[in-house]
């Protein structure tokens, strides 16, 4: 057996000490059963340990950085009103919000309308008052055995959100979950966890916002498990907006049964290190899942997704489109593995990574798998690393454009077409924005959107 | 007084790639004048037409160019387009992502800005649009798609053409426009044109054909060869060519037949 003492892991020793303060906090309180599966995970973190850049999952990906800092566990905001000006971005957002604050659920703003038949609440609360709704899909195990934060995230299983579509039932306004962390100069650990189930025949969209108030350092280590239920129809967009000095390590597991059809739309803008964990499982015959992503990273920025589509049943279909926009000294990292079992025949799958470097000290390292264990399949892949044109550029400028507009234009357009496939007008525009915004010549090109 | 002209190009030579394309190119235009450039393959027409706007990838080894009394060669392809020097593309440029419409818009604007010219709002410039793209005969639909996105080469043309009457320049080039027509086409493209015409504005035209010179009828019309204007007459020139092709030039030029 290896020696696994506490000196040769000092890096883990901080959370040791965390685990025995949330302990002491919130230990008694809690269902005894809670208290035993957070005490698996936390034992299976300390079992694989951090990751380092000797294994193949984190080869472009080192998270020393992270392990630097002397994060606290953040404590609950001990207010109980939130100030405007934080709600003010998503107030034209016509949809039903559930705000976190440093990763412990503070109240919601209900849409307008009629009533609407979902079950969207804080993990915690309803630990509180119904945990017999919440017992059998809180971090029962074995599905972080290999992935340290996700064991983290269990251990530590504070609050996030539960939301509930009960059979058959058509939500048409979207649930925001809005986690926001505060700058409040100690660098702080949150470890959200968010639990979305959509029953037979539903239809959701669900959107999941990571917001920094400030441009403090903290480390974010949230986990979403999104299940779908026959038939139904999810959209769920991650949208990470962290401060720039921030950590956001998160991972998004989704299982599909039959013929259920689940988007999943991740868009990274923040953080100085981000990376996400995209697993969708099309556990049943004809589900179909799109896994699409755009990442725009600057200055010394590291953004790293990995996705893994498995097809396990036949008929099945999946889409993955990821853009990436890296300037500067930032670097991007994709890598999609698709895999597809033996008695997944007809599966078709089609996967398309394209990234635009604006800088030549910019990088990117982009890696598809294919894993094809069935004979009757329809799978492909392509991966384009590309600059500028400098025709249009041109074309451009002889039209009037200087060169820094027509620069930020052309860089738009290469998102374009994927960021104008989100369905909801209000997200489209919020992350148009967001990005132009941030682009010196940026306001001028608003009305592109 | 004399009247001073719009475009004077005065013995430039232009290299590319260490090689010299332009060698020694002199030619003046003045408003309200049409010139037509005519000449081979590869000669440097479209290098000239892109030297002209601004491309940065030839390298001037020698010679001037004024537009309006200033230095041309100094100025930035943006600022050239905002003085008035528009250049219809041999092969113009897709912009996938990028409206028409929206493309335009900013370039009209941009250089309505730097004329001191209020900017055109939404409905203004969806007018003023609506108006060319009829005068063009531009499907409507073209407005709305990516800039020349998926375009026929025909389709291209004309919006090159529709961008033309659009923003009005001083100075058009029109590099090979009329290539890839079909009647009907070459028609309303010589309409864009004339309907251009000006006592204050001159048109430059790069051909390989007479057709366009039908519509549009040139005060001169100049034979490049080889990176020189080695000849240059009136529109009865280009008939010549038209007829005899540019074998006649090379001899005269060089003094004997080309075997
Ligand atoms: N960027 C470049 N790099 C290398 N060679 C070039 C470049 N641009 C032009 N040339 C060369 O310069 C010469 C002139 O080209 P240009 O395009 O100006 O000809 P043209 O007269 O417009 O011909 P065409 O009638 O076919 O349009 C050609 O031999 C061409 O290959
Ligand atoms: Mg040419």
Redesign the interface.
């Known amino acids: 057996m290896k020696d696994m003492g506490l000196d040769q892991r000092p890096e883990q020793a901080l959370y040791r000490t965390h685990f025995a303060q949330w302990n002491e906090r919130i230990g008694a309180r809690e269902p005894v059963w809670l208290r035993a599966r957070r005490e698996a995970a936390f034992a299976r973190f300390e079992a694989v340990g951090f990751p380092t850049t000797r294994q193949e999952e984190w080869r472009f990906t080192n998270i020393a950085p992270v392990l630097r800092v002397p994060f606290q566990l953040a404590a609950a905001w001990p207010e109980c009103s939130l100030p405007d000006e934080w709600l003010a971005p998503y107030r034209e957002w016509a949809a039903h919000h559930l705000v976190f604050v440093n990763g412990h659920f503070v109240g919601e703003i209900p849409a307008d309308g009629p009533a609407w038949g979902a079950l969207a609440r804080g993990i915690r609360a309803l630990l509180g008052e119904e945990p017999e709704i919440v017992e059998p899909h809180l971090a029962r195990g074995a599905e972080d055995a290999s992935n340290a934060f996700t064991a983290l995230n269990a251990a530590f299983l504070t609050d996030g959100a539960f939301v509930r579509i009960p059979r058959g039932t058509i939500v048409e306004t979207p649930i925001h979950l809005l986690f926001l962390t505060l700058d409040a100069g100690t660098p702080v650990v949150t470890h959200p966890r968010n639990v979305i189930l959509a029953e037979e025949n539903s239809q959701a969209t669900i959107i999941e916002s990571y917001v920094g108030l400030g441009d403090g350092q903290y480390f974010t280590n949230a986990v979403t498990e999104i299940w779908a239920g026959e038939n139904a129809i999810v959209q769920h967009y991650k949208v990470q907006r962290e401060s720039r000095a921030a950590f956001h390590i998160a991972s998004v597991r989704i299982a599909e049964e039959r013929t259920a059809i689940v988007l999943d739309f991740s868009i990274a803008l923040g953080a100085a290190l981000a990376r996400t964990d995209i697993m969708a499982i099309l556990k049943g015959e004809g589900a179909e899942c799109a896994l699409n992503g755009f990442y725009w990273a600057r200055d010394q920025q590291l953004v790293d997704h990995h996705t893994v589509i498995e097809h396990v049943a036949p008929y099945g279909m999946s889409r993955e489109f990821y853009k990436g926009i890296l300037d500067d000294e930032a670097r991007g990292v994709f890598d999609g593995t698709i895999v597809v079992r033996p008695g997944a025949q007809k599966t078709d799958a089609r996967q398309v990574n394209k990234n635009l470097l604006l800088s030549t000290n910019a990088l990117v390292n982009t890696n598809p798998r294919l894993q094809i264990l069935a004979d009757d399949v329809k799978c492909s892949h392509g991966a384009t690393i590309g600059h500028l044109?400098e025709?249009?550029l041109?074309?451009?400028?002889?039209?009037?454009?200087?060169?820094e507009?027509?620069r930020e234009?052309?860089t738009?357009?290469?998102?374009?077409?994927l960021l104008n496939t989100i369905a909801f007008g209000p997200l489209r525009r919020s992350v148009g924005e967001w990005v132009l915004t941030k682009w010196p010549e940026g306001g001028?090109?608003k009305?592109?959107l | 007084m004399s009247r001073r002209s719009l475009l004077e190009i005065r013995n430039l030579r232009v290299r590319v790639n260490g090689q010299e394309i332009l060698k020694g190119i002199t030619l003046a235009v003045y408003p309200g004048e049409v010139h037509s450039i005519m000449g081979p393959n590869g000669s440097g027409k479209s290098t000239l037409a892109q030297v002209l706007?601004?491309?940065?990838v030839y390298e001037i080894v020698e010679g001037e160019v004024l537009y309006d009394g200033e230095d041309l060669l100094l100025m930035?392809?943006?600022e050239?387009?905002?003085r008035g020097i528009?250049?219809a593309?041999q092969y113009?440029?897709?912009?996938?992502?990028?409206?028409n419409l929206?493309?335009?818009?900013?370039?009209v604007n941009?250089?309505r800005k730097?004329r001191g010219l209020p900017e055109l709002d939404?409905m203004e410039f969806l007018a003023l649009a609506r108006e060319k793209a009829k005068l063009v005969e531009l499907d409507e639909n073209l407005l709305q798609r990516?800039v020349n996105d998926g375009f026929s080469g025909g389709e291209k043309k004309r919006n090159e053409i529709f961008?033309m009457t659009v923003?009005e320049p001083r100075l058009a080039i029109l590099d090979e426009t009329d290539s890839g027509l079909d009647i009907d086409a070459l028609r309303v493209v010589a309409q864009g044109i004339n309907a251009l015409r000006h006592p204050d504005r001159a048109i430059v035209l790069i051909t390989h054909y007479q057709r366009l010179l039908n519509y549009v009828a040139p005060d001169v019309v100049h034979v490049l060869y080889d990176g020189r204007i080695v000849k240059s007459g009136g529109k009865e020139l280009a008939l010549e060519l038209e007829e005899k092709g540019y074998g006649w030039i090379a001899e005269e030029i060089i003094g004997s037949p080309r075997s």
Do not use: N, W
Request: aromatic share 12%; with cysteine.
């Open positions: 044109d025709d249009a041109f074309y451009c400028r002889t039209r009037g454009l200087d060169a507009t027509a234009m052309l738009y357009a290469f998102a374009s077409d001028m090109l009305e592109l | 706007a601004g491309r940065e930035p392809p943006e050239r387009a905002r528009f250049l593309f113009p440029v897709e912009i996938p992502g990028v409206s929206h493309f335009l818009k900013a370039a941009t250089i730097q939404a990516a961008q923003l």
